[in-house]
């Protein structure tokens, strides 16, 4: 079973999360918190397999409130939930160690199979969100990263947005081998996730590239 920790400052929008996730197989809400400071007090005493995180909160906003969950629980999941798409605050929150983003008018449908991706070990964030995020806030220094060729090939087509079976089949490789390649960049990279690996390849310059139009 899943745990879920729900922290939003908001009665009504933690309750639709824990009725929707409760329906979800292999899924439990086991916990809500009302604050970041709760958020970061509930994970100390039960480790949370996932956290749905709302970003503006009293006491400790969720950027801190995920950097100090991530960095005590590794293995946590957080999925960043916000009322604005590219909430000034998303940026921070990925680079705090999030998972990914949705925004809280999200079709229950929608956000069940989010938490179902987050949860699988994934990343949720489109490529067309990721590039947005990346225009506004990183500026690439000029330097080389200790990357093989073959690895930034893989990294440009994990930027673009291509899925492991997608690189495969672009790069004529097994999947067990573009496996191999993205787990090498997520420790070359000090990455997390997928989406941290694109905001970290970007901030070291390794896919500039992909910020010309229609690249």
């Known amino acids: 079973m899943i745990k879920v920790l729900v922290a939003d400052d908001q009665p009504l929008i933690r309750t639709s999360f824990r009725r929707l996730i409760d329906g979800v197989p292999g899924f439990t809400v ?8 709760q958020a970061v007090a509930v994970a100390a005493s039960q480790p949370p397999d996932l956290v749905l995180m709302d970003v503006r909160m ?43 983003f949705l925004l809280k008018d999200t079709p229950p449908a929608e956000l069940t199979r989010s938490v179902q991706i987050v949860a699988s070990g994934d990343s949720l964030l489109a ?56 787990s090498s960049l997520l420790l070359k990279l000090g990455a997390r996730t997928r989406v941290h690996l694109v905001i970290a390849a970007y901030e070291a310059g390794v896919v500039p590239d992909i910020r010309r139009p229609g690249g």
């Open 30 to 37: 086991y916990a809500e918190a009302a604050t970041g400071t």
């Open 58 to 100: 009293p006491e400790m906003d969720g950027i801190e409130a995920t950097r100090r969950i991530c960095a005590a629980h590794p293995r946590a999941r957080v999925l960043i939930v916000t009322t604005f798409d590219l909430d000034e605050y998303v940026y921070g929150a990925l680079q705090a160690g999030a998972a990914g």
């Open 127 to 182: 490529p067309s969100t990721t590039r947005r995020l990346i225009e506004r806030h990183v500026r690439p220094p000029a330097r080389r990263l200790d990357v093989t060729e073959r690895e930034r090939e893989v990294l440009v087509l994990v930027a673009r947005g291509l899925s492991n079976a997608e690189i495969a089949g672009t790069l004529h490789l097994s999947m067990s081998t573009v496996k191999t390649h993205v």
